[in-house]
């Protein structure tokens, strides 16, 4: 079956320091890889993908992603973290290029001032 | 400009009790979507509709039935609610469909409870 594993359920990160979110992937073929924040109450918003190309992929709101296919990984980072941060993270993987996204558990992210 | 709205945004239904969750979207997408958000287990997707007209199963799709009514408005019906559909609701739209993959614009989501 495909999945996308997040293995930390909470990622605390003092502010102004780098952050990292860990996502694997076990998805057949070569998948478009995504990830998207939640705030408080609100539906989710795209933060970044990566379909080819360059493993390094930059995003929206100073945040980026490196793909490594050897170790199926797509690990969010952020070289220096805010408050304003402090939300819900998921990955996700387009198996099929259609669209249907599986989707990680989630990692909440907390950064403190 | 709304993006994608979902009504109604909260809902208490008792078990057995049928409704029907509304989305609309202003943005032109061709595709739409279901997704259901439970606490440890993040988004399922319950059904999609790759253009107007035509709908197809997701992950988990048991007890729902949907309804692509024309390009800007995708339903979800729950015809006989159980507690197991207890659950956060999202709409989502996409501008691309086929063999493309473009991101999701997500609803603000609607609160379920099934008593």
């Known amino acids: 079956a495909q999945s996308v594993a997040q293995p930390e359920d909470q990622v605390n990160v003092a502010e102004g320091n780098p952050l990292t979110v860990k996502c694997t992937y076990s998805?057949?073929?070569?998948?478009?890889l995504f990830w998207y924040v939640q705030y408080p109450n609100r539906g989710l918003q795209f933060l970044l993908k990566?379909?080819?190309?360059?493993?390094l992929v930059k995003g929206s709101y100073g945040f980026e992603a490196e793909f490594n296919k050897s170790q199926t990984s797509f690990h969010l980072k952020k070289p220096s973290a805010l408050v304003s941060d402090s939300a819900l993270y998921f990955c996700?993987?387009?198996?099929?290029?259609?669209?249907?996204?599986?989707f990680g558990t989630g990692t909440r992210l907390l950064v403190s001032p | 400009n709304a993006g994608v709205t979902q009504t109604p945004k909260f809902q208490v239904l008792k078990t057995g009790q049928s409704m029907t969750l509304q989305c609309a979207q202003d943005?032109?997408?061709?595709?739409m979507y279901w997704y259901r958000q439970d606490p440890g287990m993040g988004l399922r997707l319950i059904y999609y509709?790759?253009?107007?007209?035509?709908?197809d199963k997701g992950e988990v799709p048991n007890g729902y039935n949907v309804s692509r009514l024309n390009k800007r408005e995708f339903s979800l019906r729950l015809e006989s609610a159980a507690p197991s559909q207890t659950s956060v609701y999202f709409c989502?739209?996409?501008?691309?469909?086929?063999?493309?993959?473009?991101?999701?614009?997500f609803g603000e989501g609607s609160r379920l409870t099934v008593l």
């Open positions: 990566y379909i080819t190309g360059d493993n």
């Open positions: 943005m032109n997408h061709n595709s």
């Open positions: 989502a739209s996409s501008e691309y469909a086929g063999a493309n993959t473009g991101e999701l614009f």
């Open positions: 996700a993987a387009d198996p099929g290029g259609f669209q249907k996204l599986v």
């Open positions: 509709s790759a253009s107007e007209g035509t709908t």
């Open positions: 998805v057949s073929g070569n998948p478009y």
